[in-house]
């Protein structure tokens, strides 16, 4: 009894307000978030300008496509995401600010949620600390995709379901855990799988109540109609990645696996400790089984994008509040106290040891000389519409600055490609203007992405080179008759970009300090 009135007055339960400790840490923790946001403000990753594209053209009327005019493809997989950035479009407010903005409010109601649901002080500063003190936080907030909205959402209902555990009286809207399903799903296809368990267990404690299976018809119809409507309007079940991806990148060899552990070790062993304790075995399992289902895809897979283990990061709220409620059946403050100190140390450390961590810091910079000065260049070229055509194989800064009709020869983007055609074939047929090619050097490789770049090369000038990194390169090619015009674009806007960044490519913490200081 004495100790649970200890952790009531610690949580500030017997006024109905945070104690005083916990509104520092809660101040702490988002001044925290605000100085990691801020450092890494320039990050905007070249997908998230695939999402922006389908926006724009949304919201310019021609409806989620990637080119206006042509057969509709689904190169995006998020949806309600893509939807909510549409409306800013005709604002004129930039579209990666909205990104940013947006998903540092959903890492604050985060924060909110790490501090507020422990029970103790030990709990709250695990959690938090842990969350705010990650590298990988503040770069997937900034980074312009749906990772922090997806990863509240999927909290949120480990949360209620959670709470229900503790007690099956507790108030939860029979509303509120469908509609979260229904969000995951559209930010995300496999969304569904993170909120499922959580779901599962609201279903089963309140099966008797009337409402729950009338919102969760509700929810699924609504469901149906939009894989439906999708499935109608773009020709194929699943978004075009789907299909370029499977069976491409599929690895078993189990490092995805090893480093999510060896970073989130702490955190992941108090939240199994949890399953040992009573007061906290069926929230940790629920825990343990989200981010299961959460991480079978890419545990399986080796998948594209998964800088700063994006895929994992969706679980890392998770792992931080079971983390917490370990720490919260400790008796012994000093010894929670301690653990705690070295769950934050370690997962902090971790965070910086990664071995993408010093390129994605330095990322918005590079993207900014290379893909984004390439995509201004073509902007800027004066040409008659048929004749703004391009072809890309990092179909993102680049096509969406352009405003151009892009073909993507991954297939991302191109239906054709992801559903069997030879990308040789298809970049021949199309004959873009401007073939932009990645590379490792100065010189265009024999072949990229199972395009044979040589006919396709064939006739084409070679009019600018934008390198991202020592080792990454934007090599633009272009026809004959619009080379000129496209080469003095491009030297204008690659000189522009190499102004208005540090100018250094390596790839270092020292380089990202001294940005961010204003000393380079």
Known sequence: MLRARRQAADRGQDTGRLSPDRRILLAAALASL????????????????????????????????????????????????????????????????????????????????????????SGAVVAAGSFVLFLPTWVHVDAGLETAPFALVVLRAVVLAARLLRDPDVVVSSWEMPALLLLAGTLRPDGVLGVGPALLVWLWLRRSRRSTWLWTAGGGALGAGY?????????????????????????????????????????????????????????????????????????????????????????????????????????????????????????????????????????????????????????????????????????????????????????LNDGRIAHGADPTEVLQADDPSVVVVTSSSPRPPAASWRTDLTPVLAGRELVGVAQMRPEYFQLVFATPDVAPQVRTALDRRLAEGRAVTDARLDPGYSRWLERVLGLS
């Open 34 to 121: 605000a100085v990691g946001v801020w450092a890494c403000w320039s990050v905007t990753v070249d997908d998230a300008y695939i999402t922006y594209r389908y926006s724009a053209n949304l919201a310019h009327g021609f409806g989620p496509v990637w080119n206006p005019g042509r057969t509709p493809v689904e190169g995006f997989t998020n949806f309600a995401w893509m939807v909510w950035h549409a409306p800013w479009v005709w604002l004129g407010v930039p579209l990666p600010v909205v990104s940013k903005l947006t998903a540092a409010a959903c890492a604050a109601a985060i924060v909110w949620v790490l501090v507020t649901e422990p029970r103790t002080r």
């Open 227 to 411: 894989v439906a409507a999708r499935w109608a309007y773009y020709g194929h079940p699943l978004p075009n990645t789907f299909y370029v991806k499977v069976g491409v990148e599929a690895t078993t060899d189990g490092r995805w696996i090893e480093l999510t552990a060896a970073t989130l070790l702490p955190l992941l062993a108090f939240a199994v400790a949890a399953l040992f304790r009573s007061r906290t075995a069926g929230p940790a399992a629920l825990v343990l089984a989200s981010c299961t289902a959460l991480w079978i895809i890419p545990a399986l897979s080796a998948p594209a994008m998964d800088y700063l283990s994006r895929f994992a990061w969706h679980g890392f709220p998770l792992v931080c509040l079971a983390a917490a409620w370990a720490l919260d059946t400790v008796d012994l403050r000093r010894v929670a106290a301690g653990a705690a100190v070295v769950a934050v140390g370690w997962t902090t450390v971790a965070g910086l040891l990664a071995p993408d961590g010093p390129s994605m810091v330095n990322y918005g910079d590079d993207l900014r000389r290379a893909h984004i000065a390439v995509g201004l260049a073509l902007a800027d070229t004066d040409l008659p519409a048929d004749r703004r055509t391009v072809a890309v194989s990092d179909a993102g800064a680049i096509p969406y600055f352009s405003g151009w009709t892009a073909t993507d020869y991954i297939g």
